[in-house]
Antibody, heavy 117, light 111 residues
């Protein structure tokens, strides 16, 4: 069965960096685009970034452009989100998710990132 | 900020039907497929509808989706207590680049 397991969340000060990881299993990782989606406490879903199945294209929400980088390691079935220059407003649960037929069909359980001084 | 607009909340009694609207534009719903997600309290989102009206395996036919122009609708019939959750629409948006956008979210309350 498809499994997506995020890790790397935690408490970090504003301006610092954090890298999230998502290990995928149960499907051919290299055949699927992958997303990061976040949800601030008590708020709705916000799409963060997507990477094409082969890593050839990457797109970001405006609020993280220039600060966050999505990447993947096909040999490790792992998706990453490098987050630099973190802001208080980046505080959220970050979900790793799989892209399929113009929808997001599988989601991880999420990892909490708290940006606070 | 969300570019897909949903009503903040809808409610109905058990067994009744609710509909949730999702309003967008030509850059998203008007030219791309719509998907719907259910988020139960404390859980990760779950795909309910993709390709405007298709249901993944395991999703009961009480859930239905439709699209017309730049709007989409999720319908839930035979409402159950377990359907109480937040629901989000989603679609690709090609206005500036290929972004995916979610709706503002709708809380469904079973009275």
């Amino acid at each position: 069965q498809v499994q997506l397991v995020e890790s790397g969340g935690g408490v970090v000060q504003p301006g610092r960096s954090l890298r999230l990881s998502c290990v995928a299993s149960g499907f051919t990782f290299s055949s699927y685009g992958m997303h990061w989606v976040r949800q601030a406490p008590g708020k709705g879903l916000e799409w963060v970034a997507v990477i094409w199945y082969d890593g050839s294209k990457k797109y970001y929400v405006d609020s993280v452009k220039g600060r966050f980088t999505i990447s993947r390691d096909q040999s490790k079935n792992t998706l990453y989100l490098q987050m630099n220059s973190l802001r208080v407003e980046d505080t959220a649960v970050y979900y790793c998710a799989r892209d399929e037929q113009e929808a997001i069909d599988y989601w991880g359980q999420g990892t909490l990132v708290t940006v606070s001084s | 900020q969300s570019v897909l607009t949903q009503p903040p909340s809808v409610s109905a009694a058990p067994g009744q039907k609710v509909t949730i609207s999702c309003s967008g534009s030509s850059s998203n719903i008007g030219n791309n497929h719509v998907s719907w997600y259910q988020q139960l309290p404390g859980a990760a989102p779950k795909l309910l509808i993709y390709g405007n009206y298709k249901r993944p395996s395991g999703i009961p036919d009480r859930f239905s989706g439709s699209k017309s122009g730049t709007s989409a609708t999720l319908g839930i019939t035979g409402l159950q207590a377990g359907d109480e959750a937040d629901y989000y629409c989603g679609a690709w948006d090609g206005s500036l680049s290929d972004d995916f956008v979610f709706g503002t979210g709708t809380k469904v309350t079973v009275l």
